[in-house]
């Protein structure tokens, strides 16, 4: 059976092997097999599947920066150091997203009485709403695309890795922030 005569289903099912599959391109001038390895690279598919947050996040126009900002200002986080160290990023850069989520209304800047160098953050109902939007958003597009599995077993095992990845996370930076 060729492979564009399948079902999704079959195509699914047989995506534990490797398969090619022939790309024809316009005028018929070239063709060419990519071949599907059966297991991608962890990195690679990390980076696919950001991209399909990305891809969620458009419908409430935010950026996957914007998206995490607020999702650690949901957590507590109030401190632009604080975010930039959870984060992995430069201090800086967490102050060019926030300036542009101050900006939309979504974060509210507060200096310190005492020092007016130091600076929290807080997020304000619409940004409460618009990352409640986009989490439910994320969520179907990678509810969407997780359905694809077809087996209810498969599905609710995609679910638990990316869930036992979020614990890995969040031992990994428990543990780092303790080693200091």
């Not at 957590?75 to 060019?96: F, H, W």
């Not at 600076?119 to 990352?131: D, F, W, Y």
Request: charged content about 25%.
């Amino acid at each position: 059976m060729q492979w564009n005569d399948m079902s999704c289903s079959e195509k699914a099912a047989r995506t534990t092997l490797t398969y090619a599959l022939t790309v024809r391109y316009a005028n018929y001038v070239d063709s060419e097999q990519l071949f599907e390895p059966a297991v991608l690279d962890s990195g690679r598919i990390a980076a696919w599947i950001s991209r399909q947050v990305e891809v969620g996040l458009s419908t409430g126009d935010l950026s996957l920066s914007q998206y995490r900002v607020l999702g650690l200002l949901a957590e507590g986080m109030t401190l632009p150091s604080s975010m930039a160290d959870r984060l992995d990023v430069r201090r800086p850069s967490i102050t060019a997203v926030v300036d542009g989520l101050v900006n939309r209304g979504y974060v509210v800047r507060t200096h310190s009485a005492d020092d007016r160098r130091q600076v929290t953050h807080g997020m304000t109902e619409e940004g409460r709403t618009v990352l409640a939007a986009a989490d439910r958003a994320v969520d179907a597009r990678l509810g969407s695309i997780v359905d694809y599995l077809g087996d209810e077993g498969e599905i609710a095992d995609a679910n638990r890795g990316l869930a036992l990845w979020g614990k890995a996370l969040s031992t990994w930076r428990r543990c780092k922030v303790e080693s200091r």
